[in-house]
């Protein structure tokens, strides 16, 4: 596994509720203590190393149907990244015609432990997991890679450049989403 | 198993004895606070003892985190505004400050993360304070101050934790027990009974106390207590509060989500049986952030 990047100090912080459009191939995104709600990259790989360019998004709820959710929700987020990302594509001159096309990482979706009662809607990282891949399938999208569930919060680095988002748990070891063409 | 020898009683002496022990002000509020002639002037002489307390608390009054409309100029018209309660409220989170805002890297969190942690979890209890559903409403201001200190105890085992935590973790996961349940076999004490240890040497009053030894588990109040009825709700809104602030990953540390749920506390919050209800608390919860923002900002200028 290569060894992971160290964090620039120019490393844009991405909160709950936030989503960043890269405006360069050389930016990295960090989001902390990603919990039982969701980051998803949305990113494409350009034909040269300075041509990649995406999306990053931290949301908490599963669906925009909850007043003032706006960016919060996944269904929202994923939208608002895909029409954003094909309208850079656009002034980049590059011929990507849908989500379809580019790659997909999510991370975090974590969840308390169990309890007798098992009340699905506390489990609200599995939802959020869950919208997320219904939102794609419905757009002929896959997910490319992803670090989902378990009981452990994430900090998540996404590296324009490198097509990569490093998954730390908190208390566990450092892991790359990649896409295929990364080692 | 690394080995390590298991916590005694004489060891969380030693470790409270290096705690900052709260100043005089606190002391004397909680004493007021025991006392049946607790009243609105009572409580201004005595928050008037400490003249930086006293600056600290007009400010907070006239913050944005309080949104008032008009400007406070003394103690006694900021507890006619805002109430006893949520003057003390306010006390507590400037009192926390000074007992949290530390590196507490056992539990990998940065100097910052427990404070902003205790001070999420307290606005959310209030908040879910509000929401909960049982025979008589629920204090949110103490709710509140119940939150504000639940974690104190990991002030004192966090060096501890940090030598074990791969035990403690193998543990909890294995067995799918909650993380101080894991601290306790592994260290001999959890950092909710270091906590409570620390809030009688502190001489807190007896709903903190109850809060910070019974955060993640309102239900094992133990029968006998006499008070259990009357504080069961309170404790309840802080074991909430403390839920949703994992959740939703504010500074929560290496012991991430490894907690459970207690379902007699859960029953008390009608909204969080379906899924829309869940989802608007969450989006009601995160609308708090800019407060703590706010409040935050304030108390780092103050240097409270």
């Known amino acids: 596994m290569p060894k992971k990047p160290t964090t620039p100090k120019n490393v ?34 350009g034909a040269d190393e300075g041509d990649g360019m995406g999306a990053i998004a931290h949301v908490q709820l599963p669906q925009s149907s909850t007043e003032n959710s706006g960016m919060l929700a996944v269904d929202t987020a994923l939208q608002t990244m895909e029409t954003e990302l094909l309208a850079l594509a656009q002034q980049k001159e590059i011929a990507v015609a ?29 939802r959020n997991v869950e919208a997320a891949h219904r939102w794609l399938q419905s757009h002929h999208a896959l ?14 680095e996404y590296y324009v450049s490198m097509g990569q988002v490093w998954v730390t748990p908190l208390g566990g070891e450092d892991a790359v989403l990649a896409g295929p063409e990364t080692d | 198993m690394n080995g390590l020898k298991p916590l005694s009683l004489a060891d969380l002496k030693t470790l409270a004895e290096k705690m900052e022990r709260p100043p005089e002000v606190a002391i004397q509020l909680n004493r007021l606070l025991h006392s049946p002639n607790v009243n609105a002037e009572a409580l201004a002489t005595v928050i008037k003892m400490d003249s930086r307390m006293t600056a600290q608390v007009l400010r907070l009054c006239n913050s944005a985190a309080y949104g008032l409309k008009r400007e406070i100029t003394t103690v006694k018209e900021a507890v006619a505004m805002l109430g006893t309660n949520a003057l003390v409220s306010m006390v507590y989170a400037i009192l926390a400050k000074v007992s949290l805002d530390k590196d507490v890297s056992g539990y990998g969190l940065e100097k910052g993360q427990l404070f902003r942690n205790a001070l999420t979890g ?32 990991k002030v004192l085992l966090g060096d501890y934790v940090g030598d074990a935590y791969g035990d403690i973790e193998h543990v909890a996961m294995e067995r799918q027990i909650s ?35 019974y955060k993640t588990e309102p239900s094992a109040m133990p029968t006998s207590d006499p008070f259990r009825k009357q504080h069961f709700p309170v404790v309840a809104a802080v074991h909430l509060g403390d839920a949703f602030v994992r959740m939703n990953g504010i500074g929560i540390g290496v012991d991430g989500l490894m907690y459970l749920l207690d379902e007699a506390a859960l029953r008390l919050l009608p909204e969080s049986q379906t899924d829309a209800g869940m989802e608007g608390l969450m989006a009601g919860l995160i609308a708090l952030h800019p407060q703590v923002d706010d409040m935050l900002s304030f108390l780092e200028k103050e240097g409270a």
């Open chain 1, 12 to 45: 844009i912080a991405v909160a709950p509720g936030q989503w960043q459009l890269s405006q360069s191939a050389y930016q990295v995104f960090r989001a902390e203590r990603v919990s039982a709600g969701l980051v998803m990259v949305v990113h494409f790989n």
């Open chain 1, 98 to 126: 849908s989500i379809s096309e580019m790659q997909v990482f999510l991370a975090g979706g974590a969840q308390l432990f169990a309890f007798g009662g098992g009340n699905n809607a506390l489990n609200i990282g599995s």
């Open chain 2, 122 to 153: 307290a606005l959310y209890s209030r908040y879910l304070a509000g929401r909960m559903r049982g025979d008589e409403p629920v204090d949110g201001e103490q709710a509140f101050t119940g939150a504000i200190l639940r974690d104190i105890g």
């Open chain 1, 143 to 156: 997910v490319t890679a992803e670090a989902v569930g378990e009981n452990r919060a994430r900090n998540v």
């Open chain 2, 179 to 213: 993380f101080p349940q894991a601290e306790k076999e592994i260290l001999g004490v959890s950092h909710l009974e270091a906590g409570h240890y620390m809030a009688k040497v502190w001489g807190l009053p007896d709903m903190l106390v109850k809060s910070i030894r």
